[in-house]
């Protein structure tokens, strides 16, 4: 099962104030649970001083092209249980979208704000947060490693650079590039290269 999905397009943020509460929501396109988890620890360490960080993903795990578990995850934070990390993780449940998490951070503003209001506030700033950031269909991707002799790697760069794969190049002893390729196209581009570097090409 290596069909498409619905992710964010891009990071994004989304702001409001409700009674006095400043509420903001965080939401990016990630590929792995680390990836969510960095991105949750990275905001909450910028709003360190906030009073609640909401976090919420829905990941692809295991997809290997054989089948794929959703791994959900979300966490109150210390508001009362299930007024916030479920309603944000619902938002991504009723929108359909995988590979994706958020946090909303909360500025308390002195108003309780109640379980149905907290409900709605979390939910807003999710969905706000992913209209900002828009949805795309994707197809699911893989890390493919390419190392070559310094006399090729002009020969791989313009391949990769010609077909619009996303790459880090790494000049050392070797040249070593590290690209994001979509699954259903890996293969063709590891014939490619064998073919373009008569087979002087070691792929990972």
């Not at 498409?4 to 989304?14: F, Q």
């Not at 909360?106 to 900002?132: D, H, I, M, P, Q």
Request: aromatic share 8%.
């Amino acid at each position: 099962m290596s069909d498409a999905y619905r992710t964010v397009a891009d990071a994004a943020t989304a702001e409001f104030v409700v009674q006095g509460s400043e509420f903001i929501g965080h939401v990016r396109p990630v590929d792995s649970v680390d990836a969510a988890e960095a991105f949750i620890d990275a905001v909450n360490d910028e709003y360190a001083d906030a009073t609640h960080n909401v976090p919420a993903y829905r990941i692809r795990t295991g997809d290997d092209g054989e089948g794929y578990f959703l791994r959900e995850y979300s966490s109150d934070e210390g508001e009362p249980s299930g007024s916030a990390g479920k309603p944000a993780l619902n938002v991504l449940t009723q929108q359909e979208l995988e590979n994706c998490a958020v946090v909303v951070t909360r500025y308390y503003g002195g108003t309780n704000l109640g379980v149905g209001g907290l409900v709605r506030a979390y939910s807003r700033a999710v969905k706000e947060a992913v209209e900002a950031a828009g949805v795309v269909e994707e197809w699911p991707h893989e890390q493919l490693g390419i190392t070559v002799d310094y006399d090729d790697s002009g020969t791989v760069r313009s391949i990769l650079e010609s077909e619009g794969y996303e790459f880090d190049a790494d000049y050392e002893a070797q040249v070593s590039f590290d690209v994001r390729v979509p699954r259903t196209e890996a293969e063709a581009l590891r014939d490619r290269l064998r073919s373009a570097t008569s087979g002087r090409v070691d792929l990972e």
